[in-house]
């Protein structure tokens, strides 16, 4: 064979050994697996994991932490801002621009069964030979809890009556409100006492009018310890303003 087609055959078959990775010195290079990336998370995704969930709204803890959304919602109702026990608070009717009136609670008795001139006398005949009222006794299981307050008319306009109380608290959240023999013997005791002024019903009360004492009865289950009494009572407009600490 003539020497230049043994070159060009020799050239050729190295070539093909090289292209084919099937000799010379330099191996290929190994191929490096890609890092795994992490799935990034999506803004719906993580926006849907914030959101606050109204179901949780009822317990007291979450709705603290979530209060905007809970209480500004309409998912859970804000707690009532409390005043401590002696300390007066200022009420300014909403309604009625330059009313306004002044509650202090100085004591809170429970534990009792019997008030004096609380109840009012079946038998009374309108006379002065009879008692108009007589001592109330509670129901079995029951006993009463009595609130004295000092009460004040500080607005800028007369005032028929004072503002009654709303419910009673105890530390677990539990209400109590005004049954029928508490209501009759807070309207007997307050009428028959010496401001002769009970809840609503009393002749006007003047602007600078001193202050006089009011007294305000629940009946509530032998051995209940309240913490707290809202004020004032309940109208289709509004509810209380505040809850005075009773203890």
């Known amino acids: 064979m003539p020497t230049r087609y043994r070159l060009a055959s020799a050239c050729a078959f190295t070539f093909a050994l090289t292209a084919c990775g099937g000799g010379g010195d330099t191996a290929a290079a190994p191929t490096t697996p890609a890092a795994s990336t ?141 049954d029928t023999l508490a209501e009759e013997a807070t309207s007997n005791i307050n009428y028959e006492g010496p401001s002769g002024c009970a809840p609503n019903l009393c002749s006007e009360i003047n602007p600078g009018t001193p202050a006089f004492e009011v007294v305000k009865i629940y009946q509530v289950p032998t051995g209940t310890e309240p913490t707290a009494v809202q004020w004032p009572n309940a109208t289709i407009a509004s509810g209380p303003a505040v809850q005075f600490a009773v203890k």
């Open 38 to 178: 992490p799935a990034a998370s999506t803004p719906a995704a993580e926006e849907l994991a914030a959101e606050p969930d109204p179901t949780l709204c009822t317990e007291p803890d979450y709705a603290e932490e979530n209060a905007e959304f809970c209480y500004g919602g309409g998912y859970a109702e804000a707690p009532l801002e409390e005043i401590p026990l002696g300390t007066p608070y200022e009420y300014a009717d909403p309604d009625e621009p330059g009313m306004a009136e002044t509650m202090t609670i100085q004591d809170v008795e429970c534990g009792l069964t019997e008030l004096d001139g609380a109840a009012s006398n079946p038998a009374w005949d309108g006379s002065d030979d009879i008692p108009e009222v007589i001592p109330a006794t509670a129901e079995p299981g029951m006993e009463f809890c009595q609130i004295t307050a000092t009460w004040e008319n500080t607005g800028k306009k007369p005032i028929i009556g004072w503002n009654d109380f709303e419910n009673l608290l105890t530390a677990d959240g539990t209400e109590y409100a005004e």
